[in-house]
Nanobody, 121 residues
Framework: EAQLVESGGGLVQAGGSLTLSCVAS????????IGWFRQVAGKEREGVSC????????DYADAVKGRFTISSDSAKNTVYLQMNSLKSEDTAVYYC??????????????WGKGTLVTVSS
């Protein structure tokens, strides 16, 4: 069964940086798109970024464009989310998730348990 484990969250001051990691197992890493999502208590989960398999196309939510970068290391079965110029509104639990195909526009089938990012102003 597929598993995703996030790490790298923590407390950071506004303007600072963090890099989140998502280690995947139980499936062929290079065959599926992986996405990053975030959720604030009481609000709906929102998409942050997505990395497609095969063509390695990336996509970002408008709120993070120019500040966040998604990347991967196939040798480590890991997807990263580099977050720069962090703002207080980036505070959330961040999740990575696996799509059912190589493209990031179909369904999701596995989620990690999340890692908390807190940005202090």
């Amino acid at each position: 069964e597929a598993q995703l484990v996030e790490s790298g969250g923590g407390l950071v001051q506004a303007g600072g940086s963090l890099t989140l990691s998502c280690v995947a197992s139980g499936f062929t890493f290079d065959d599926y798109a992986i996405g990053w999502f975030r959720q604030v208590a009481g609000k709906e989960r929102e998409g942050v970024s997505c990395l497609s398999a095969i063509d390695r196309d990336t996509d970002y939510a408008d709120a993070v464009k120019g500040r966040f970068t998604i990347s991967s290391d196939s040798a480590k079965n890991t997807v990263y989310l580099q977050m720069n110029s962090l703002k207080s509104e980036d505070t959330a639990v961040y999740y990575c998730a696996k799509y059912t195909t190589w493209s990031g526009d179909i369904a999701l089938d596995y989620w990690g348990k999340g890692t908390l990012v807190t940005v202090s102003s």
